[in-house]
C-alpha cells in the first residue's frame, strides 16, 4: 500500500498492526507462534507515526525493534531465532529484520543478522539458501533451496537498500553483492515458462509463481535504484510478466506456493503482495 501511494489504506492497515501488538512489542501479531514476523509491520507503523504525528504509534514502532534487537531469542553470536519453542534459524528472517533494523538505524545489527543467516543457511557451491537451520544440532533440518526463501533474502535486501539510501557504505557494498548473487542463482533455474519449482534446483517439486514475483521486485528495486546494472529491469519486466499471466479471474495470483502450510500450489497473502510491489516497482523503472 505504501508503494502504491494507497496511505489511507495504509494507515489504516498501521493502526490494526498497534492494535494486535503484544505487550512484548510484536506488531500485527495474530497467530503467537513467531518471533520476526512482525518486524515487517514496522515500516508502517513508523511511516503512519511520521505522517500524524502520533505518539501512540511511534512508541508501538520502538517496542517492537526493541523485542529485535534485545528481547527475542537469539543464538550466542546474536542471530535470530523465528519460531517460539525452537531454536531454529530460518531464512523468512531475512526479510522480516534486516530492513526494520535499518529503517531503525541499527544498520551495524542488521549486517550482523544477514552475516548470521547466511553463515547457517547459504550454500556456498550453488550460492542458494537453505530453509532451515537448528542452532543446538549444528546442522539444516531443511536443506532444500526454496524458491519462496530465497526470494525473502533477496526481497528483503533490496527493501534494506530502498530504505537505507546513501547510509552506510559497508552494509551496502555487502548487502548489494549478495543480493546479485542470490539473485542469479535462482535465475539460474528459472524454466522455459518463466517459473520455478518450489525447490528451485529440484524439477520433481510442484511448479509455483511466487518466486518469480520476489524476484521481480528485487530486480526491478536494484535496477531502479542503481545498485544493479540496468539489463536487470528487464529481467524483473519479464518476472512480473510471467506471474501476470497467473492471475485468475478473481484477482487471485494462482498457483502460487500456498498458504496455510505452503506445500503446494494454491494462494497466499504473500503472494498478492508481491505481485503489487513488483508492480510498483515496475512503474519506478519504467516511469
Known sequence: MLDLGLHEVAEVMAHDAVVRQTLLGQLAEIEGG??????A?????????RRTADATLAKAFERQVRWITTEAPRADDGTIFHITGTREVWVDSVYMVVPLLVLAGKVDEALRQLIGHAERLQDAGSGLYAHMWDEDSGRLTRAAHWGTGNGWVVAGLARALHLLGDGNA???AYAQRHARSVIDACLEHRRPDGLFHDVVDDSSTFIEANVAQMLAYATL???????LPPQYADIGLSLLATARSQIGPAGFVEGVCGAPRFDRQGRS???????????????????
Open 34 to 39: 513467531g518471533i520476526v514476523n512482525s518486524g
Open 221 to 227: 528495486t536494484g535496477a531502479a535504484d542503481g545498485w
Open 170 to 172: 559497508d552494509f551496502a
Open 41 to 49: 509491520a514496522g515500516e508502517v507503523v513508523l511511516w503512519a507515526s
Open 269 to 287: 497473502a504473500e503472494a498478492q503482495s508481491f505481485f503489487l510491489l513488483a508492480t510498483a516497482a515496475a512503474r519506478r523503472v519504467t516511469a
